[in-house]
């Protein structure tokens, strides 16, 4: 991952005009950044410099959150191709990612889906479900396993409680991942949710849920 690229990304995301961010992405192009690094590294990391300006008060409230929202449109226009949301299919893995209520940071969750659709697993995201929602799809649909993703360490809470309806809708039978930056600032994580793991490492996740994906171009 070349530094100066996704300098240049973060930065455009945050230009008022949308154009830079078009010239950005050509810049890319010509580096030869397939739209995989462009899912998997440059979109997450020029993210997390966003974040990450917010708090070192180089950037506005204006500023990320215009960045962020102008990623999450590239990451739809790279990431289309790798569709997920779907009823899966006849030996075709089925996870389904979930976004507790009251999080905000809902594009990891978006980066992760894509990367999951990469590798053939098919993605079931859902941001802020209530109970009746899920009984639905874990009731209709056959998942192998369950992500809750979590950004902020002040929503562990929610999180449990997410990850117990969970547990007690899949009667014991679906297994829980959670992880995201929260992860980083609490890595008691897994205890103080009660999910079966707590990682960052998508192969992990998928290999406790028995997915054995295979990485698409």
Known sequence: MLD?????????????DSAALTRALDELRRAHVTDMAL??????EAARRLGEGWQNDTLSFLDVTLGTSRLSELLHEVGGDWKGDDAGGAGRPTVLLVVPPGEQHTLGAA???CR???????????IAPGLTELAALIATRGFDGAMVTLANVEKVESCAVLVRALRTLGKGGLPVVV???????????????????????????????????????
Request: net charge negative.
């Open 39 to 44: 899912v998997s590294d440059y979109i997450p």
């Open 111 to 113: 980066v992760l889906a």
């Open 116 to 126: 999951m659709r990469q590798q053939g697993v098919s993605v079931c995201l859902r």
């Open 4 to 16: 100066h690229l996704v300098a240049h990304l973060a930065s455009a995301a945050c230009e008022t």
């Open 179 to 217: 992880g995201g930056a929260a992860l980083q600032a609490e890595p008691g994580l897994q205890g103080l949710t009660g999910a079966d793991l707590a990682t960052n490492s998508l192969e992990a996740a998928l290999a406790l849920f028995g997915v054995d994906a295979t990485q698409k171009t």
